[in-house]
């Protein structure tokens, strides 16, 4: 009885003991999480999460997609660091009903696994910009050499993304020509086709589902091969922290736009105003912040050219007036300017019209106010230092010794020296009758001191 009481014992711990080295086995899984248009903040936000995942010594880093595209620099930089990456990277395009358009099937193609949920589609990778080709351009009669030379542009970068796209394509071992159609032709793939077609490896209904298809598998990274044990991994969700949600705010065109005209016009009333600070301060940290994000984006020189230009006519118009010429013109600038700012057809990327006519009347309204406070000064009766003095009524604060009639005053917050005619004394009530010079003639008032100070 003892001895089958040992034995239980034994086989209970040599389970526990199992359990323990496979759960010490199962490394975690990280999971980062890729939706909407990708960015700037989208490519910052992967880098430095596949940065984490190798510290963390993570078995395996999962990119949930679901993005209808992006730029082309931040997806560019995204795929250099799934290539460079020593953890393995899983694409998965989930949950049901998401999308891996455009730069989503780059991405795709570009990682160790890619998988897809039922009622997912993918493709579209034509470069957006260029709309989508159907075939070699047929120029007709009279067609001018810059259209030509337009669609020779257009060819060149379709064929670069082509071969960008089956170069992924063969270097995975996934289909290539159906990678080079989804660039030349806008061809799109539901998940069964894509997997039917060889596109993606795995269709999974879920991330565990995933996980345990998985499991077992070998992977070829760029420091050698890794075999996954994720039936039972933890995983570890790497959300976005504080710096990538302000550069996904400040990334955003209208957000920049406007950060650029609280920037400039905070410093043009610094200038007008010099002293305030708050001007000075709250423009230049948003300028600042504009051009950062203005750097990051596919911005048209010409564009913020015309802005400058626009504001610069605006601001003319308030400090020479020209009947209205310099405004107009500024105006129109600025809207144009605006309009073709952002270089790019990318979903997400472009600036309402409706922003930008309303930046453009309160750019007005605010030329037509400084205009207005100029008349305005204009016709005010000059008024000099003198007059303003004279006839004040103020408290003596000190005397001077060697002679009773002159003393200090506080006036206008100013310090003066005084003369009277009589006697003085600390506290007395005095009115100005005239100013020689820096000093002051007084003679003694009876009226109260709420008079004009």
Not at 67 to 91: C, E, K
Not at 428 to 448: K, S
Request: glycine share 10%; aromatic share 6%; proline share 5%.
């Amino acid at each position: 009885m003892l001895g089958q009481l040992r034995l239980r014992s034994l086989c209970t711990l040599t389970l526990l003991l199992a359990l323990a080295g496979q759960a010490l086995a199962a490394e975690a899984v990280t999971v980062l999480r890729v939706q909407g248009v990708i960015g700037p903040a989208s490519a910052d936000y992967v880098i430095r999460g596949l940065q984490q995942a190798e510290q963390d010594a993570a078995q395996l880093v999962v990119l949930q997609l679901d993005t209808p595209g992006g730029l082309d620099d931040s997806m560019r930089a995204i795929i250099q660091a799934i290539l460079a990456s020593p953890v393995p990277v899983a694409s998965y395009v989930s949950p049901s009903g998401a999308r891996a358009a455009s730069a989503g099937t780059y991405m795709l193609y570009a990682s160790h696994v890619a998988a897809m949920a039922p009622g997912t589609n993918l493709g579209a990778a034509t470069p957006v910009q260029l709309g989508a080709p159907t075939g070699p351009p047929q120029p007709e009669k009279g067609e001018s050499e810059q259209q030509a030379g337009g669609d020779a542009m257009s060819r060149k970068q379709v064929n670069d993304a082509a071969a960008y796209i089956r170069g992924l394509a063969q270097l995975r071992g996934r289909n290539a020509e159906w990678a080079e159609q989804a660039v030349r032709e806008a061809v799109s793939l539901s998940a069964s086709e894509a997997l039917e077609l060889k596109v993606i490896d795995y269709l999974a209904a879920d991330l565990p589902g995933l996980l345990i298809q998985l499991d077992g598998q070998t992977l070829q990274t760029s420091t050698g091969e890794r075999q996954l044990q994720t039936a039972n991994a933890p995983l570890v969700h790497h959300e976005p922290d504080w710096r990538v949600r302000l550069l996904a705010v400040i990334t955003n065109p209208s957000v920049a736009l406007i950060l650029m005209m609280i920037g400039i016009y905070g410093l043009i009333f610094e200038f007008a105003n010099p002293g305030t600070g708050a001007g000075g301060v709250i423009g230049g940290i948003c300028l600042l912040l504009a051009l950062y994000a203005l750097q990051l984006l596919p911005v048209s020189y010409a564009g913020v050219a015309l802005i400058m230009l626009g504001i610069a006519f605006m601001v003319a118009e308030a400090f020479m007036p020209s009947f209205g010429v310099f405004g107009l013109g500024g105006v129109v600038a600025f809207v144009t300017g605006a309009v073709i700012l952002f270089d790019t057809e990318v979903p997400g990327y472009g600036i309402p019209l409706a922003l930008i006519v309303t930046l453009a009347l309160v750019s007005a309204l605010l030329l037509f106010a400084i205009v207005a406070m100029a008349l305005k000064a204009r016709r005010q009766r000059l008024v000099s230092g003198d007059s303003q003095l004279v006839g004040c009524l103020t408290p003596i604060i000190a005397l001077q010794q060697d002679d009773a009639g002159s003393g200090w005053v506080q006036l206008q917050g100013e310090r003066w020296q005084v003369r009277s005619s009589t006697p003085l004394h600390e506290g007395q009530q005095v009115r100005v009758i005239a100013r020689r010079g820096l000093r002051l003639d007084v003679t003694a008032a009876q009226a109260p001191p709420t008079e004009k100070r």
